[in-house]
């Protein structure tokens, strides 16, 4: 791990990043609701001390609705599928700037990588990992794991 | 009077988010420009004046930090304001930008409100001041 977050704290930094950018409001959820449909995953590198990646997984419905809360556009819109996987790896760079601050702190010389969106495939292999259900009763896996030797 | 604008990031998503907080922040916006990097952006500045640049750091191509290098040596770009927009926590990160003449950073997420709050502040100055025109 780049540096100690427990699963716990990082479902807080998740949520609190979800309300304050989307309002979209999501709890630590144990055991997880199934995810429904297709699932998709962002993926990001950073570095500080150490270097880590972030990584989401949520279905591909909860990155359309994400879009458009982000961008205050109707759910229906003909746009919205071709915003979410965008969305989604905005969240996951949000996101990445709480985590960063509070592995490394303020002080830190950090850098945040570009997300990358795709398909999600196999268990997610996190050892910090966080499941979270939305009001909506959508699933997010949210995990850290390092990335030694790699840049952002 | 009416502003010019320039977004750029390489997200679709942050440049829309942006635009959005623009036009909430109750300024008379006369254009819009959106650039996916900071090369994009260079050739966006080359042929529209803009009033105020938005920047991403972290951008394939040419990142927010040498679009803003380059800005400063092009003569006639060094006065146009840059406010950065990222979500980049790092104070040292901060104070480089600052050096390099960045007149503000907002961190995202960011709300409307502290969005309009910078933006009038580097387009008409602290309060008080009056800058316009």
């Keep these: 791990m780049p540096a100690e977050m427990s699963p716990d704290r990082l479902a807080e930094l998740v949520a609190e990043t979800l309300e304050e950018a989307a309002f979209v409001f999501a709890e630590p959820a144990d055991p997880p609701p199934p995810f429904h449909g297709d699932v998709l995953e962002a993926r990001l590198r950073f570095a500080g001390p150490s270097r880590g990646e972030l990584a989401l997984r949520a279905s591909a419905g909860f990155a359309e609705g994400l879009a458009a809360n982000l961008l205050g556009m109707e759910p229906s819109d003909p746009e919205i599928g071709t915003r979410s996987r965008d969305a989604l790896g905005e969240i996951v760079n949000m996101l990445a700037g709480a985590v960063v601050l509070e592995l490394f702190g303020p002080a830190a010389q950090t850098s945040i990588g570009v997300p990358a969106v795709r398909g999600a495939a196999g268990a997610a292999p996190g050892s910090c990992l966080a499941h979270l259900a939305t009001e909506e009763g959508e699933r997010l896996d949210v995990w850290l794991q390092p990335s030694p030797g790699s840049s952002p | ?133």
Excluded: C
């Design chain 2, 1 to 133: 009077m009416s502003y010019r604008v320039l977004i750029v990031d390489d997200s679709s998503v942050v440049r829309s988010m942006v635009k959005k907080a623009v036009a909430m922040a109750g300024l008379d916006i006369e254009e819009v420009h959106e650039a996916g990097n900071g090369r994009e952006a260079l050739e966006k500045l080359q042929s529209h004046w803009v009033d105020i640049v938005f920047t991403d750091l972290h951008m394939p191509e040419m990142t927010g930090i040498e679009l803003v290098q380059a800005m400063a040596r092009s003569g006639v770009l060094s006065t146009t304001p840059v406010v950065v927009v990222s979500s980049d926590p790092s104070e040292s990160r901060v104070e480089e930008l600052r050096r390099l003449g960045v007149r503000a950073y907002l961190k995202k997420p960011f709300r409307p409100e502290g969005f309009r709050a910078i933006v009038e502040e580097v387009l008409q100055g602290p309060k008080g001041e009056s800058h316009a025109g």
